[in-house]
């Protein structure tokens, strides 16, 4: 399997070296495979009679075949991780499914592909015979964050950087954040939005220089974020796991469409699912779900992508994005593949704030996808309506996708079978999910834990209760423009 990037087709990389170098090293693009791998309905059905490891086994070595030996002990050792099953599948009534995905050590999606990602990475320089440390990069709207901290923690030969935004995440994200304990962790908090934090990160991939420093000190960039196709690769896996899930209790047969509503802000999550169906997957509508900054909403309906807009902060944090790098890879297919194409208009994005595509792109983009946003009041009444109706208590940005799920349906009345991804434990967003049930939220953080699960009676993660009682390990507050020499301060101390 090789690797081209969008900016630039005639880079041509390996699996692993892709892995490796997470970010197309001088043209700035992002690797796509050269080929989607495929995968029959035959082979969709075999998985229902095998645990999410293997599944997972499976769906990685079709993108990473250099690395097939050693997946299936690596997926086990990840997912061995999580309490019970890492994605299972919750219904909700008829048509209505919740596919789980913050059973993990972190308690949120990214935990699916950071715990495995760190085995790639190993495995990937092991093929290569790659033998220099690894400086990881991260730059975070709260979730990816603690979930790379947790997955790189002791790592051998690898270090990982995390910047966030200060005022960008949640009191529970940030505290996860901030008492990592792990020797080879660095956190640190960037002033302005999580669109800064992830510039300032680019930025530093993007320099040739510091590239070359941080060489002659024996380290290699790499990334930890989606645009790392390795990040990516593993959540293509629940797609097709949620389908087995459902050809397992006879709620589908093979072939039948689902839907799969995402709530997405820099947009890998939903990407997955469309690398899915290209790979067979039978999908039917994409869903993306936005919260109040809502530019792929404005995009997917009119074709425009445009920054110039007010950016909001909202309940749910990890949407708070306005430059969706993964947005990038799409483009590349709906151009068919045209890197010049893709490279100018990642060119306009950064000088002119933005770009439009032709016709016949849009018309393509909407055959797969379609796209709601919902405000404050509707993502706390989704909140609300789903604790009232079913007992069931979603995040916020889970309650984002009800919302967009809910306009979906009022506007289509289509009765397709449909998957909503629910991102994260609600007791990271304990203050907001008290307001969505009509209940002013305290001062005292533990106290809202406590409060929250006497109203549901949904149990509190130990690990995120004990927080409270850990010191604050990472309290350094930087402006973006020092990211750079953060990252050289680092290694150096190093």
């Known amino acids: 399997m090789k690797y081209i990037s969008t900016r630039d087709k005639n880079k041509t990389v390996s699996g692993p070296e892709a892995v490796v170098e997470g970010l197309s090293a001088g043209d700035g693009g992002l690797f796509v495979p050269a080929a989607f791998p495929a995968i029959g309905l035959r082979d969709i059905a075999a998985l229902a009679s095998r645990g999410y490891a293997e599944r997972a086994a499976g769906i990685v070595s079709a993108f990473l075949p250099e ?38 050590p972190t308690h949120a999606f990214k935990d699916i592909a950071l715990t495995l990602l760190p085995r790639l990475l190993t495995a990937s320089k092991r093929a290569l015979g790659k033998t220099e440390k690894t400086l ?54 960037v002033r302005g939005n999580f669109d800064d934090a992830q510039n300032a990160v680019k930025a530093v991939f993007n320099d040739k220089s510091i590239a070359d420093d941080l060489q002659k000190l024996g380290y290699k960039l790499s990334s930890a974020n989606s645009i790392n196709f390795g990040r990516l690769v593993p959540q293509i ?44 997957l039978p999908v039917g509508k994409l869903i993306c779900a936005s919260n109040k900054n809502n530019v792929l909403t404005d995009f997917i309906t009119t074709g425009e992508y445009s920054l110039k807009r007010e950016f909001y902060k909202t309940s749910s944090p990890s949407m708070d994005i306005l430059i969706s ?62 604790f009232d109706e079913y007992g069931y208590l ?20 289509d ?13 990271k967003f304990t203050p907001d999910v008290l307001r969505a049930l ?53 290694v150096k101390r190093k």
């Open 67 to 104: 690395l097939k030996d050693s997946l299936p002990a690596a997926c086990s050792a990840a997912y061995s991780r999580f309490d019970g099953d890492p994605a299972p599948l919750v219904k909700i009534d008829g048509n209505l499914f919740m596919l789980e995905l913050f059973h993990g």
């Open 136 to 189: 990881i990069l991260v730059a975070t709207s709260g979730d990816t964050g603690k979930a790379a901290l947790e997955g790189f923690a002791g790592v051998p030969d690898t270090d990982v950087m995390v910047f966030y935004p200060v005022e960008g995440v949640s009191y529970m994200q940030k505290l996860q954040m901030r008492t990592t304990r792990a020797k080879n962790c660095s956190v640190t908090g």
């Open 237 to 280: 896996v629940y797609y097709f796991s949620a389908y087995a899930d459902m050809l397992d209790s006879n709620v589908i047969e093979p072939g039948d469409a689902v839907n799969f509503c995402v709530p997405s802000g820099n947009f890998g999550d939903i990407l997955a699912g469309y690398y899915a169906k290209r790979m067979g």
């Open 325 to 386: 790098s993964n947005l990038e890879r799409l483009l590349f297919e709906l151009s068919g593949r045209d890197d010049k194409s893709t490279a100018k208009r990642m060119a306009d994005l950064k000088s002119a704030g933005g770009y439009r595509i032709g016709d016949d792109e849009l018309k393509a983009l909407q055959a797969d996808f379609c796209a709601y946003f919902a405000d404050e009041n509707e993502v706390f009444k989704a909140i609300e309506d789903m």
């Open 394 to 413: 979603p995040d916020p940005h889970t309650g984002v996708a009800m919302a967009a799920y809910n306009k979906y349906v009022a506007a289509t009345g």
């Open 415 to 427: 009765k397709t079978k449909t998957v909503v991804i629910s991102t994260a434990n609600p007791y």
């Open 438 to 490: 009509g209940k002013k939220p305290l001062v005292d953080e533990r106290k809202n834990i406590e409060r929250l699960e006497e109203l549901s009676a949904m149990e509190v993660p130990p690990s995120l209760f004990e927080l409270f009682d850990l010191p604050a390990v990472h309290k350094d507050i930087i402006d973006k423009e020092r990211v750079a020499g953060a990252v050289a301060n680092y």
